[in-house]
Structure formats: C-alpha cells, structure tokens
C-alpha cells in the first residue's frame, strides 16, 4: 500500500539536497529555493511538474513501478534509497545485481561534469544507459535501442551501421573482442543470463558470429585508444578511459583526445555541433 504521506516528504526532502550543480544544471539567478526546484526534478526524471508536484502534494494515483524508477535515477538516489521510494510507492523493489539499471550517485555526478566530452555510462554488455550530450554527438543517440540491440556487441554483428563508426583495420579486432566478451559474461552469469540469450540469437543469425564464437577465445581485451570515421568531422583517434561503478556493473567511459592534435580539435568541434544523426 502506497504511504503517500512518506513518499511526499521523502521527496520533498532529497529534492531540497539536490543542488543545480549536483546534477549538471546552471543555478541561474534570483534562486530562492534551498535545493532543485520541482520543475527542474520533473526533467530530470522525464515527466511533467504537475505529475511530479502532486506526488509531492499527497495526490493523484498510485506511481507506476517505472515512474518510481525514473525518480530515483532523477534524483541521484542510492541503491537503498531507492528500495525505500519502491516501498513507499507500494511496491517491490527491483532485485539487485548485475542487472540492475540504476546508476551510482558517484558516477552520475562525474558523467554530469562532463557535458563538452564524450562520455556514457554502459552495462557489462554494452548497454548505454546514459550519455553525454557530447557522447552522442560522437556515436549518436545509442539508450533508445530495445532488446538485444541494446547491446553494441550484439549490434556488432547484426547492424551495419555499427560498424561504420569504427575504422576498417579495427573490425577484425573488435569482432573477436565482442565475441569473446560475450562468452565470457556468458559463463559466468549461467545459462539464464540475458548474456546467454543473446549469443543464442547470433549463433542464429549471423554466420560470422558463429565462426569466432567456435574459437573460443576469452580474454580479448578493449585497446585503450580506438580509432572513430565520424560522418561529420572523419577519422577520430581517441583515448578511452574506463571509471568501474562500486557494484562491479556499470562502467563510465570517457573519450579525450591528445591535446593539440587534430583528433583535439574535431572534439571541440564536435562540442560545438551538438549531437547529430549518425545511425
């Protein structure tokens, strides 16, 4: 049963700790509140104000169970803050673990700062749960797929698309490194896994994933300087760094480039551009 009384002092309460600057917005002047203001929670958590304030106001329907986790990933709650707004909404929390898509406070905080750079927070299977707005101008928007094609190692090898962004000389390279993540996360999360489901459908529909799936080759690691053709500014060589989320699941990737070289510069242009259609 939904506590509505909890649940809107609960809010009321983590919205007043948030500042603009926590959550990578402007404070803007003339500002009399003490933490966010309802409106800039609403966007955060992608629904209307009015929704939002009622909730804070004791009214309106029950939340749903995903509304409840868009508020808690809005307002940057952990993991058990999380679980208590799932309860005080009258629901269950969602199971822990390796498949949970809710990001760490810390690394949201970090990927907020980070708005000239591309960047993006992944799953261990590649899923993009969130981007910079720079990150999308340098592999387009990639957290609207659904399904496997969540996974760019699944749409390695079954969009073309995918493979466009990366140099020619890499492909090789970067198709036994998903073949062999896969595997590899794979055996480890069981025959059950989502990990286990997807190499189940490559192995159906693409002839090259069958081949190095055969070799079974573990251990193929990322290079930490890949190589991007972008459609607008061409050939990229940027360095990746990877920041590993306190649950062991989630990884925050970070691209820069080797100030004053040209790959520098094509970043700040990119910057600049904004994010563009590349798909």
Same mark, same amino acid.
């Given at each position: ?155 390695? !090898? ?14 090789? !390279? ?34 090259? !994933? ?70």
């Amino acid at each position: 049963m939904i506590d509505r009384t909890g649940l809107a002092e609960f809010l009321r309460r983590r919205r007043e700790l948030l500042q603009p600057e926590d959550v990578g917005m402007p404070r803007g002047q003339r500002r009399r509140t003490s933490g966010l203001r309802r409106e800039e929670v609403a966007v955060l958590c992608n629904m209307s104000t009015d929704y939002y304030s009622r909730l804070e106001r004791e009214r309106g329907p029950q939340p749903s169970e995903q509304m409840i986790a868009s508020i808690a990933q809005g307002l940057h709650l952990s993991l058990d803050e999380r679980d208590h707004l799932f309860r005080l909404a009258g629901h269950h929390p969602p199971v822990r673990g390796t498949t949970s898509e809710h990001i760490s406070p810390g690394l949201l905080r970090i990927l907020d700062r980070l708005d000239d750079t591309p960047a993006e927070i992944v799953t261990e299977l590649g899923e993009t749960l969130r981007q910079t707005p720079t990150g999308v101008a340098l592999t387009g928007e990639t957290t609207g797929y659904t399904g496997p094609e969540r996974s760019i190692g699944f749409r390695w !090898f079954t969009d073309p698309a995918t493979r466009a962004l990366y140099a020619p000389e890499e492909h090789p !390279f970067l198709t036994r490194m998903f073949a062999s993540g896969l595997r590899e996360i794979a055996t480890v999360r069981g025959p059950g896994s989502r990990a286990a489901r997807y190499a189940e459908i490559l192995l159906e529909r693409s002839e090259e !994933f069958r081949q190095v799936w055969e070799a079974h080759e573990i251990g193929v690691r990322p290079h930490e300087v890949k190589h991007f053709v972008h459609p607008e500014v061409g050939a990229l060589e940027l360095t990746c760094q990877s920041l590993l989320g306190p649950d062991q699941s989630h990884r925050l990737l970070v691209y820069t480039a080797l100030p004053g070289s040209e790959s520098y510069e094509k970043l700040r242009l990119l910057s600049v551009l904004g994010p563009q259609e590349v798909r």
